[in-house]
């Protein structure tokens, strides 16, 4: 069981990390800002 909370933690961490760069990255970036 703490094994499948670590796999649930690291697949949200990482996938807020992937979502912080996309937005850094996107010229988009200050249009969507407001949404999040």
């Given at each position: 069981?703490?094994?499948?909370?670590?796999?649930?933690?690291?697949?949200?961490?990482?996938?807020?990390?992937?979502?912080?760069?996309?937005k850094f990255?996107?010229?988009?970036?200050?249009?969507?800002?407001?949404?999040?």
């Amino acid at each position: 069981m703490s094994y499948s909370v670590h796999f649930s933690f690291f697949t949200l961490f990482r996938d807020f990390l992937i979502f912080q760069v996309v937005k850094f990255f996107s010229p988009y970036s200050r249009s969507y800002s407001g949404q999040f």
